[in-house]
């Protein structure tokens, strides 16, 4: 199987998913964007209150990790407020700081036990950071006919893959992929699974569906280079 790097490749996808503002403005010069989205984040930090929406944007520019301290602060003032938490487990995740998003997941499932998005997003933090299993555990109490969206069976493909069931990892990102074909992180991750023939055709699905995402390409790159390394 092709193999990716384990822990920041899984984190840099899930951070890819939630920052498609570059991807849609790749047409611009590469440093004036970086100079209005550093600009942008300077200004949220020093005039905007904290809230869900500041929050928001700055995930939107890529800053997860003060997204996720802003909602940090929220859910201490609303601790009944589900999308709260959920959106800290979900930057908390992105920005690679799974012990706070783990302990987002596990408020919410203490306030709905059959949150889909809480228990799902949990057994991928659990298995990030290492922890295989109480996240396999966590997986076998999910409800097999429970409906997913694709980005959860994406997720917990991904889960599927660092826990290293690669047979079970392709059924949820194939299933993941037939409800969104288009979803270049899904393809990413498939790829991690797959001999490195399939494996390549994956990530050049990915790079066509998102020409300007520098990840896949990143990864191709090394396989190509690997592959050229074998062969002599």
């Known amino acids: 199987m092709f193999a990716l790097p384990s822990q920041h490749t899984v984190i840099a996808t899930l951070a890819s998913l939630l920052l498609s503002s570059a991807c849609l403005a790749s047409s611009m010069q590469p440093t004036t964007l970086a100079l209005q989205q550093a600009a942008r984040v300077e200004l949220l930090r020093e005039t905007a209150p904290a809230s869900q929406e500041t929050a928001a944007a700055l995930a939107g520019n890529g800053n997860f990790r003060a997204a996720s301290a802003i909602m940090a602060q929220l859910v201490q003032q609303s601790p009944h407020n589900l999308s709260y938490w959920l959106n800290w487990g ?107 023939a399939d494996a390549e055709q994956s990530l050049r699905h990915a790079i066509r569906l998102q020409p300007g995402w520098g990840h896949p390409r990143k990864l191709l790159q090394g396989m190509v280079q690997k592959t050229a390394a074998s062969s002599h």
Do not use: F
């Not at 203490?110 to 298995?127: D, F, T, Y």
């Open 90 to 196: 979900d930057w908390a995740l992105a920005a690679g700081k799974t012990e706070q998003a783990m302990y987002a997941y596990q408020s919410v499932l203490k306030l709905q036990p059959e949150n889909s998005h809480a228990h799902v997003n949990l057994i991928l933090a659990l298995a990030i950071s290492g922890q295989w299993q109480q996240a396999d555990n966590l997986r076998l109490m999910l409800d097999p006919q429970q409906p997913l969206s694709a980005k959860l069976r994406r997720n917990l493909g991904m889960a599927e893959q660092k826990m290293g069931n690669c047979a079970a990892a392709r059924t949820n990102l194939q299933a993941a992929l037939q409800q969104a074909p288009q979803d270049a992180n899904s393809w990413v991750a498939l790829a991690a699974c797959q001999s490195p």
